[in-house]
């Protein structure tokens, strides 16, 4: 039976995860599949449980697992903690060699009205985002001293071509381009990024590059969107571009992602945080989660079955206006989720 190791976390992370899993389990219920859930705790739910972010059952847990399915880790409550959530989540990463993380922007045309942007600038945008996930800023040398501090952009060849070839890869079953995001007019390590770009488009004769730097690159993102297929980029611009790139949606509680390694367990997550500013308010958006499961169904398990029962519920729903406040809506993330069950369970005999 396939295993899922469920990381739920912290503040709205406990509420999104519950949502997405009962709307799982309903699907399971009409297309006849068993999925096993385990749970572990992460992040500061796990610092307050064990004293560490990443417990070693936890750890353990993920790895032999199928997938790991993780809502979102952080928050004021740990922000002094010696070690915290956030580091606990870069260590998972690590230990599973996620070096690619996909972050999905879509703007159909039945949603633009959602974007803060025109309709006719947002309508149609459809990128993804391939951020490296295991090295960069995040992973270089660092130290903080009571006069200085430093933090190092380290990138390997190898580290940056497998993140490339993943781009390519995708870019070759999308609109074939290609757009690298950096910083080559300053950082030695994106002029590597560029020289290894030029050698591994070679093998993908169909697919055009270019280059952006992060800071134009951030900016045509809200005047350009549609212009963009697959950015490739660096640990740190893919964190920040993410959250631009999303909240163009409408919101950034819509957003799911992919974190892939080389063998081993996927990880699927929102790309945003714990919101502890609305946490406890039961108005969390669900779909960043509901779209989390969805992919992980589709890209770990070809289980497009009970993906499908769950797209077709949400899209109702979506359609129905039932929405949460961040989504433009009245909805709170109870009444929003038993609207996609009740929508499950209506469509349940056309799918047996
Ligand atoms: P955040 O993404 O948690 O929130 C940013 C804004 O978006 C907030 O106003 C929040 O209310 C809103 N928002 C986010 N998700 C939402 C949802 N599903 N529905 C409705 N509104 C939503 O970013 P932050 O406030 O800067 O960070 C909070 C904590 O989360 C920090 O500790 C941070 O380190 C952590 N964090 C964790 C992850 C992760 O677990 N992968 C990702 C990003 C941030
Ligand atoms: C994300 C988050 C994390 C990151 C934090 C919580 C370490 O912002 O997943 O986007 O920067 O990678
Ligand atoms: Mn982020």
Redesign the pocket.
Known sequence: MPEIAVLAGDYIGPEIMTAALKIFEAAQKVTQTTYTIKAYPFGGAAIDQTGSPLPEATLQGAKAADAVLLAA??GPKWDQATER??AG??KL?KALNLFA?IRPTKIPANLADASPLKREIAENTDFVIARE?TSGI?FGQRYLKSEEAADTMFYSKTEIKRLLVTAFEMAQNRKKHVTVVDKANVLASSKLWRQVAQVVAMDYPEVTLDFEYVDAASMKIITQPTQFDVIATS??FG?IL??EAASITGSIGTIA?ESKGVSGPNLY?P???SAPDIAGQGIANPISMINSVTMMLINTFQDTKTAGVIQQALDQTIAQGILTPDFGGTATTAVMTAAIINSIEKAAPSYV
């Open positions: 880790i952080g959530p956030e989540l870069l990463r993380n996930l995040y640990n740190l964190d993410s959250d992602s997550e790309i945003h945080g």
